[in-house]
């Protein structure tokens, strides 16, 4: 499986950006898809993921302004990040699992499948 992360940018606190990740290669077995990132000096987080039943998981401090979306028909997950914050600054990756899960892992070591990050700056 691979992941192709698009969308990062740079853009003023209150704006917008929305990410996208491709899947390619043996995506049937896919089950969990969704993005972490990680900022200079911290530890990678979960930022928001999906299941294949479309269960979500959203880390606390984006839950209201970042909304996880997944075409499993184009074998797409989306990130539509609003209001953003300085604080929201950090490479953003793609990852995916194929594990039977009936939830959304937390652990980042539960993911099998990682794109390239992408990196997003919000400017004060």
């Known amino acids: 499986v691979q992941l192709q992360a698009s969308g990062g940018g740079l853009v003023q606190a209150g704006g917008s950006l929305r990410l996208s990740c491709a899947a390619s290669g043996s995506i049937f077995s896919i089950n969990v898809m969704g993005w972490y990132r990680q900022a200079p000096g911290k530890q990678r987080e979960l930022v928001a993921a999906v299941t294949r039943d479309g269960m979500t998981n959203y880390a606390d401090s984006v839950k209201g302004r970042f909304t996880i979306s997944r075409d499993n028909a184009m074998h797409m997950v989306y990130l539509e990040m609003n209001s953003l914050k300085p604080e929201d600054t950090a490479v953003y990756f793609c990852?995916?699992?194929?594990?039977?899960?009936?939830?959304?892992?937390?652990?980042?070591?539960?993911?099998?499948?990682w794109g390239q990050g992408t990196l997003v700056t919000v400017s004060s």
């Open positions: 990852a995916a699992t194929d594990g039977s899960y009936y939830y959304v892992p937390g652990n980042f070591r539960s993911y099998d499948y």
